[in-house]
């Protein structure tokens, strides 16, 4: 196999484990939240954090590099449209990500202390639970126009 099928073979799993993982934690927090079983939701929240480190992270600094890199290996520019409207839609996802993980890491922070100190979550906490979400839908729905770009090639 040469570099730059390595490269597109990589660049396409690492897409599906970034989706992949983003939806899978979504769900289950999402999920978890109706519930409303503390013990629950400090353990998925605690786990959803740990996927996001160790799978979606990796992957959402090796997507733009190795795009990069096999947009250059084929003569295309960032200017092409469907490389243009993709990159603009990845930063989309990420402008939603970036505080994601942040609400992530407070809800996971949040839910521990609470647990551990046997009272209920606080209103607060739903508060950062609904912005969590709210974000999730933007990001979800960029994401799954950028797969549909890498596929055609156009838009």
Same mark, same amino acid.
């Given at each position: 196999?040469?570099?730059? !099928?390595?490269?597109? =073979?990589? *660049?396409? $799993?690492?897409?599906?484990?970034?989706? %992949? &993982? %983003?939806?899978?934690?979504?769900?289950?927090?999402?999920?978890? *939240?109706?519930?409303?079983?503390?013990?629950?939701?400090?353990?998925?929240?605690? $786990?959803?954090?740990? /996927?996001?480190? =160790?799978?979606? &992270?990796?992957?959402?600094?090796?997507?733009?590099?190795?795009?990069? =890199?096999?947009? *250059?290996?084929?003569?295309?520019?960032?200017?092409?449209?469907?490389?243009?409207?993709?990159?603009? @839609?990845?930063? !989309?996802?990420?402008?939603? =990500?970036?505080?994601?993980?942040?609400?992530? @890491?407070?809800?996971?922070?949040? /839910?521990?202390?609470?647990?551990?100190? %046997?009272?209920? !979550?606080?209103e607060h906490y739903w508060r950062k639970a609904r912005i969590w979400e709210w974000l999730g839908y933007p990001a979800f729905l960029a994401v799954t126009?950028?797969?549909?770009?890498?596929?055609?090639?156009?838009?």
């Amino acid at each position: 196999m040469n570099t730059y !099928l390595l490269v597109k =073979w990589l *660049h396409i $799993l690492s897409s599906v484990l970034m989706v %992949g &993982t %983003g939806f899978g934690t979504a769900f289950y927090l999402f999920f978890i *939240h109706r519930t409303k079983n503390l013990e629950a939701i400090a353990e998925v929240s605690r $786990l959803v954090v740990r /996927a996001d480190t =160790w799978f979606t &992270t990796p992957t959402v600094i090796f997507q733009p590099l190795s795009g990069l =890199w096999l947009m *250059h290996q084929t003569g295309l520019t960032p200017t092409t449209g469907w490389i243009l409207v993709s990159l603009a @839609l990845f930063a !989309l996802a990420g402008v939603c =990500w970036l505080p994601v993980v942040w609400l992530q @890491l407070k809800l996971r922070d949040i /839910a521990r202390q609470c647990r551990d100190a %046997g009272q209920p !979550l606080p209103e607060h906490y739903w508060r950062k639970a609904r912005i969590w979400e709210w974000l999730g839908y933007p990001a979800f729905l960029a994401v799954t126009i950028i797969f549909f770009l890498m596929v055609n090639k156009s838009f």
